[in-house]
């Protein structure tokens, strides 16, 4: 059950990553981007919510870590005025590489629970 519930999570995340992806590549031309990052880091969030409470992956924790990071990191070019558009050049660039983190992570772990549930039958 484990296991389904992981590439469900998975799927929608893709599905989610190549929508929003293409949406902040649209509108990063029109600068304008921050309702399709919006969509991504909800989307994390709640799946990264599944993860945690299904496997334990030391991936979780590295997650964590870089967003926490992320946010500090924002906050510093925010504070020390940086300038709007570094900032969402930032956001843009970061989201879509913790989308593509948080995806390739999805499919570590889905191959490893898929490798213990034929190790256990």
Known sequence: MKLKILVTELVFQILLGIGSTLCVTYQYLQNDFL??????????LLGFF?????????????YFY???VFFVMTFVLYK???GE???FKFLGIGGVL???YYLIYGF???KKLSDETKINH
């Not at 309702?35 to 994390?44: K, S, Y």
């Not at 599944?50 to 979780?60: A, H, K, T, Y």
Request: proline share 3%.
């Open 35 to 44: 309702l399709a990052l919006f969509f991504i880091g909800v989307g994390n």
């Open 50 to 62: 599944i993860r945690l409470s299904i496997v334990e992956s030391p991936f979780n924790k590295y």
């Open 108 to 110: 570590i772990n889905i």
């Open 80 to 82: 020390f005025d940086f």
């Open 85 to 87: 558009e570094i900032i």
């Open 66 to 68: 870089g967003i926490v």
């Open 98 to 100: 913790f989308n593509l």
